[in-house]
């Protein structure tokens, strides 16, 4: 039998994992035929018994199951027209403003974060409201196009975000501190937006003109009733979710259920609920569900062997080497998560580097819920940087043809929002009771 050193199982598992993805297998598919082989030279026979019960555990972990029914309510929330509704507001309001439509998409995409979480439906939900509008009414291609997609991916990261829900079981965190942790920084981040987009409008008016008069008049009244309706109800499905989580009166998991019903009613409230949505929605939660946790189960089972070949001793050895001392570390680390979103998919990161990399921001002192939250405003940027960038495939896949956006445009789009990200960073390392104070104000 070959003995494998803990170097040479670093090597293979993390190197086979990017030279797998980048042939087009499934990720799932990949971490447990490496996890498979690589553990059957350390362990023989007992590698199939070690996976299975580090595969058991995550699938039976409770938290995980606010998973399904997040997915649900963002799937049915979509399908309520709540969000049209409350474009269609805003655009009265904000659109005669040089770039007035590209905030107000930004404006509801960080709406939709706080009721949605999920990025394949925001970007969606976006693409098919926010740019046609744009388009017909002159904006650049480039520019509305990386408004939609930023706007879009704000839902990953603002609660309740599944990414938050998944990283707090892997790092053995409060979800619902990791939640209002993420809180101000999605919000960092969609102020950042909404500056860039208003000062370039300004600077280039030609690639954001105002819309026309006519098409917004409607009377001040009329406007401030249709502005305070359309809020009322991601409002209560706010309240119903972050509210209780807020004041200590559920859990997560509860809250998730809770949020599941709410979006369901007003569905019913709307008029949109049909049985037809009912089984779309039903049918969606199961795909999207069962995919992140057999992504989930099979990276959990990777790092068990990884671990316990001993390549997090490996991983945690280079990067405290990192010149620098413990920031050093940590632009290593963050760096790391960078170059990885360009390649994996962030349920992948999250399921396989989390349990690695955990350990290691707690030897350098730093705080666990900073530390967390500011690895989840990294993987904002994986969703926006080829050759991986699920948020452009989204937005190019949803777009109307007619409209004639291209890939590059959406990449040229994204660019500048790229680099916002990036200064959210430096301000959240500078001031880290950003993330760290609403979490201190939580009722136990």
């Given at each position: 039998m070959i003995e494998l050193s803990p170097e040479l199982v670093t090597i293979i598992m993390l190197g086979g994992v990017l030279v797998l993805v980048l042939t087009g297998f499934p990720l799932a598919y990949v971490v447990g035929i490496i996890a498979l082989v690589v553990g059957f030279f350390v362990w023989q026979e007992q590698v199939m018994q070690m996976m299975y019960l580090r595969a058991q555990k995550i699938m039976l972990n409770y938290t995980l199951l606010a998973v399904p029914l997040f997915v649900f309510m963002g799937t049915m929330l979509e399908r309520s027209g709540i969000i049209e509704r409350l474009y269609d507001t805003l655009y009265l309001w904000l659109g005669g403003f040089r770039g007035g439509l590209a905030v107000v998409t930004v404006i509801v995409g960080t709406i939709m974060a706080a009721t949605v979480g999920i990025i394949t439906a925001s970007v969606t939900l976006l693409t098919l409201v926010a740019l046609p509008?744009?388009?017909?009414?002159?904006?650049?291609?480039?520019?509305?196009?990386?408004?939609?997609?930023?706007?879009?991916?704000?839902?990953?990261?603002?609660?309740?975000?599944?990414?938050?829900?998944?990283?707090?079981?892997?790092?053995?965190?409060?979800?619902?501190?990791?939640?209002?942790?993420?809180?101000v920084p999605g919000f960092i981040l969609s102020g950042l937006y909404i500056t860039y987009i208003v000062t370039r409008a300004f600077a280039q008016?030609?690639?954001?003109?105002?819309?026309?008069?006519?098409?917004?008049?409607?009377?001040?009244?009329?406007?401030?009733?249709?502005?305070?309706?359309?809020?009322?109800?991601?409002?209560?499905?706010?309240?119903?979710?972050?509210?209780?989580?807020?004041?200590g009166i559920a859990a997560p998991t509860e809250a998730a259920g809770i949020g599941a019903f709410s979006a369901t009613m007003l569905a019913i409230a709307y008029r949109r609920f049909t049985w037809g949505i009912l089984k779309e929605c039903a049918t969606m939660t199961l795909r999207l569900s069962g995919f992140i946790l057999l992504v989930g189960s099979m990276s959990f089972a990777f790092t068990g062997v990884f671990l316990g070949a001993g390549g997090g001793e490996v991983v945690t050895d280079v990067i405290l080497a990192t010149p620098g001392g413990r920031w050093g570390a940590f632009a290593a680390i963050m760096f790391i998560c960078f170059l990885l979103g360009m390649f994996i998919d962030w349920i992948g990161i999250i399921f396989i580097m989390v349990p690695i990399i955990t350990p290691i921001g707690e030897i350098l002192g730093f705080d666990p819920i900073w530390f967390a939250i500011m690895i989840c405003v990294n993987l904002q940027t994986s969703f926006m940087t080829p050759p991986f960038a699920m948020a452009i495939y989204i937005c190019r896949g949803a777009a109307d043809p007619s409209l004639d956006v291209r890939v590059a445009d959406i990449i040229r789009g994204v660019i500048p929002f790229v680099i916002l990200i990036l200064v959210a960073i430096v301000l959240l390392v500078i001031w880290p009771n950003l993330i760290l104070w609403l979490p201190s104000m939580m009722i136990r």
């Open positions: 509008s744009m388009i017909k009414r002159g904006y650049s291609k480039s520019f509305a196009s990386g408004a939609v997609t930023a706007g879009g991916c704000l839902g990953i990261l603002i609660p309740p975000s599944i990414m938050i829900v998944l990283y707090g079981p892997m790092a053995e965190l409060s979800v619902g501190k990791l939640f209002f942790g993420a809180f008016p030609h690639i954001a003109p105002p819309v026309p008069v006519e098409e917004r008049a409607v009377p001040f009244l009329k406007k401030t009733t249709m502005l305070l309706v359309s809020l009322v109800p991601p409002g209560i499905l706010i309240m119903s979710v972050l509210g209780v989580i807020f004041m």
